[in-house]
């Protein structure tokens, strides 16, 4: 559970950070984006079982609730892969360091920009629909640890 | 092993969802919507200005923090509003049903 939580966190300051493109620069973008989709493949494979779960019920019996959650985190992948690959397809550090040369296409850079927008209110959508899970976990975490120190000073 | 076979999925799934995106995006068939659905950048006509508006920014590669807090600004204000709308209308929905269970519930105790 810790180990969820702080990769969560992680993934979200990571992706925060990324975002700024103006403020990172785009050697620090172009790396930390490699950084980010490395961790959203961890963030995946340790919600493998819910994955799973979800994707045997989905189409037998699954809460109205729960459908929903799953369809955005579907998205939510799906915008990943967007972003991800047209990221390295008008990447101008890493894969020039490889020492390829990708033609320069208005369209990947329109859909990377564009992608990243969607992935801002997807992100919103996920944290939203695991808000409960968040806030108890927070409470957990780093509010009772306070509370019980607080106790004992 | 096992943990090798769920990164292999998920890399799987990755690359074919590439591979199909990227046909799509270089066959010759969707160019006409590409063209049309990309907004066009400046460039010609209207010159003039110096900040000149229309296209994206080219970013620099070297960092710069006084972009720090509206950059991050950006990005965090619209997604503490898809948070903040999501939340409200979850709890408004449970709500009604929650009245409605009630109802529902008080009826059955009346007949």
């Given amino acids: 559970m810790l180990k969820n939580y702080g990769i969560d966190i992680l993934l979200f300051l990571a992706f925060i950070i990324d975002m700024n493109v103006h403020f990172t620069g785009l050697v620090?973008?172009?790396?930390?984006?490699?950084?980010?989709?490395v961790i959203?493949?961890?963030?995946?494979?340790?919600?493998?079982?819910?994955m799973v779960a979800i994707i045997k019920r989905f189409f037998v019996k699954l809460p109205g609730r729960e459908r929903f959650k799953s369809l955005i985190?579907?998205?939510?992948?799906?915008?990943?892969?967007?972003?991800?690959?047209?990221?390295?397809?008008?990447?101008?550090?890493?894969?020039?360091?490889?020492?390829?040369?990708?033609?320069?296409?208005?369209?990947?850079?329109?859909l990377h920009i564009q992608s990243a927008d969607w992935g801002i209110y997807l992100l919103g959508l996920h944290l939203a629909l695991n808000w409960r899970w968040i806030v108890s976990t927070t409470k957990r975490y780093f509010l009772k640890p306070f509370q019980k120190l607080g106790g004992l000073a | 092993?096992?943990?090798?076979?769920?990164?292999?999925?998920?890399?799987?799934?990755?690359?074919?969802?590439?591979?199909?995106?990227?046909?799509?995006?270089?066959?010759?068939?969707?160019?006409?919507?590409?063209?049309?659905?990309?907004?066009?950048?400046?460039?010609?006509?209207?010159?003039?200005?110096?900040?000149?508006?229309?296209?994206?920014?080219?970013?620099?590669?070297?960092?710069?923090?006084?972009?720090?807090?509206?950059?991050?600004?950006?990005?965090?204000?619209?997604?503490?509003?898809?948070?903040?709308?999501?939340?409200?209308i979850q709890k408004s929905f449970k709500q009604t049903q929650d009245t409605q269970k009630m109802r529902r519930k008080l009826k059955e105790r009346d007949s």
């Fill in chain 2, 1 to 88: 092993m096992r943990t090798l076979y769920q990164t292999l999925v998920i890399f799987f799934l990755t690359l074919l969802l590439s591979v199909a995106l990227y046909a799509i995006g270089t066959a010759e068939w969707s160019q006409p919507y590409i063209e049309e659905m990309v907004p066009a950048r400046g460039g010609g006509g209207g010159g003039g200005g110096g900040q000149g508006g229309g296209g994206h920014n080219h970013f620099s590669e070297a960092p710069s923090p006084e972009y720090a807090f509206s950059g991050s600004f950006k990005t965090l204000f619209p997604m503490t509003m898809t948070i903040f709308v999501v939340i409200i």
């Fill in chain 1, 73 to 110: 985190d579907i998205l939510f992948f799906i915008d990943f892969i967007l972003v991800s690959l047209s990221g390295i397809l008008v990447s101008k550090v890493i894969i020039l360091s490889l020492g390829i040369t990708l033609p320069h296409s208005v369209f990947w850079r329109w």
């Fill in chain 1, 28 to 37: 620090i973008h172009e790396w930390l984006g490699l950084g980010l989709a």
């Fill in chain 1, 40 to 50: 959203i493949v961890i963030h995946l494979l340790l919600h493998w079982k819910w």
